[in-house]
């Protein structure tokens, strides 16, 4: 299954609210995972099954979609989510990942 | 506190052999479903391995299929990454993570670099 991340690269601001969209080559149900990696640093799960929130992911953070296609929002961009975004189907082995988004400070 | 640790990474010519441990403490070790996840230098992720609890059942993704081997060890809350006949492909930092389809990967190790040279 392949996964198909838009953009590539974001530029955005503090304060902004940001979409990063996902999109899956055949349904995957509500089997997509979100994850934030800084440079250096392992990934850290944000959102798992589409839109549930992982414990102690800040609430500005909320995933959407179902089958094919899915959304991760922030909805006012902190200094600290300047980061890459990959999102992970799970509907069936290998749990493939999104090529990422690269968020960068405009 | 919730933590995975990996280990065994280096350096290794071509054809050479690694095993990667991962030692897990915070949490249900035995219960877990565990995953190799790497990353090679400037790109992406990719899922490499994964074994449930009770080593029932075990997935490769298809580019380490018949060189890399997973197992686990229960009673030492560990699990481990044989990887033989590297190639400088298996270049990548390797992630040890918990997890499963219904949970995503949490938590995640800090990674280990394997270097595959000549």
């Known amino acids: 299954i392949q996964l198909t991340q838009s953009p590539s690269s974001l530029p955005a601001s503090v304060g902004d609210r940001v979409i990063i969209t996902c999109r899956a080559s055949?349904?995957?149900?509500?089997?997509l995972a979100w994850y934030q990696q800084k440079p250096g640093k392992a990934p850290k799960l944000l959102i798992y099954?589409?839109?549930t929130l992982q414990s102690g992911v800040p609430s500005r953070f909320s995933g959407s979609g179902s089958g094919t296609d899915f959304a991760l929002t922030i909805s006012s961009l902190q200094p600290e989510d300047f980061a890459a975004y990959y999102c992970?189907?799970?509907?069936?082995?290998?749990?493939?990942f999104g090529q990422g988004t690269k968020l960068e400070i405009k | 506190e919730v933590q995975l640790v990996e280990s065994g990474g280096g350096s290794v010519q071509p054809g050479g052999s690694l095993r990667l441990s991962c030692v897990a403490s915070?949490?249900?070790?035995?219960?877990?479903?565990l995953n190799w996840v790497r990353q090679a230098p400037g790109e992406g992720l990719e899922c490499v391995s994964y074994?449930?609890?009770?080593?029932?059942?075990?997935f490769y993704a298809d580019s380490v299929k018949g060189r890399f081997t997973i197992s686990r060890d229960n009673a030492k809350n560990s699990v481990y990454l044989q990887m033989n006949n590297l190639t400088v492909e298996d270049t990548a930092v390797y992630y040890c993570?918990?997890?499963?389809?219904?949970?995503?990967?949490?938590?995640w190790g800090e990674g280990t670099l394997v270097t595959v040279s000549s």
């Open positions: 993570a918990g997890g499963d389809f219904w949970s995503g990967y949490h938590p």
């Open positions: 915070g949490f249900i070790f035995s219960v877990s479903s």
């Open positions: 074994i449930s609890s009770t080593s029932s059942t075990i």
């Open positions: 055949q349904g995957i149900s509500t089997y």
């Open positions: 099954a589409a839109s």
């Open positions: 992970q189907q799970l509907n069936g082995y290998p749990y493939t």
